[in-house]
């Protein structure tokens, strides 16, 4: 007899959501750096085929791919705030954006990025 533990709807329903939520928030931060699915993976140890799960929100990170992907994000000026209405919100520090790469620029306008504030 197989008996399987009952886990709330709802708490499936968060956790699929905060896995959508961080996947939105790679595809952004490697937008905004314009790297490849390789050059970031290759920035946190990780494969393109495991960023392009993550990305796609297929995957759940291990902590410690998570606590890579922040430390990248931290260390390139990239911050996240998540909002308590759900969503969340990013912070470029000045610079970025000011580099001069063709690449970045192209996977701004992937992305539909169509204006940058600036916060310093």
């Known amino acids: 007899m197989l008996i399987e533990?009952?886990?709330?709807?709802?708490l499936l329903e968060l956790v699929r959501l905060?896995?959508?939520a961080f996947a939105a928030k790679v595809r952004m931060?490697?937008?905004?750096l314009g790297l490849s699915q390789s050059d970031f993976g290759a920035s946190v140890g990780l494969t393109q085929r495991a960023i392009h799960k993550l990305e796609q929100g297929d995957t759940?990170?291990?902590?410690?791919?998570?606590?890579?992907i922040e430390d990248l994000?931290?260390?390139e000026g990239i911050e996240f705030?998540?909002?308590p209405e759900g969503g969340f919100r990013v912070t470029v520090r000045t610079g970025v954006f000011d580099r001069e790469d063709p690449r970045s620029h192209?996977?701004?306008?992937?992305?539909?990025?169509?204006?940058?504030?600036?916060r310093s």
Not at 5 to 10: E, G, L
Not at 29 to 32: S, T, Y
Not at 60 to 68: C, G, S
């Open 5 to 10: 533990p009952r886990v709330s709807r709802d």
């Open 18 to 20: 905060e896995r959508r």
């Open 29 to 32: 931060a490697r937008a905004v």
């Open 60 to 68: 759940e990170p291990r902590r410690a791919t998570v606590r890579a």
């Open 73 to 75: 994000w931290r260390a």
């Open 81 to 83: 705030e998540d909002l």
């Open 106 to 118: 192209a996977a701004r306008t992937q992305l539909g990025v169509t204006s940058v504030a600036y």
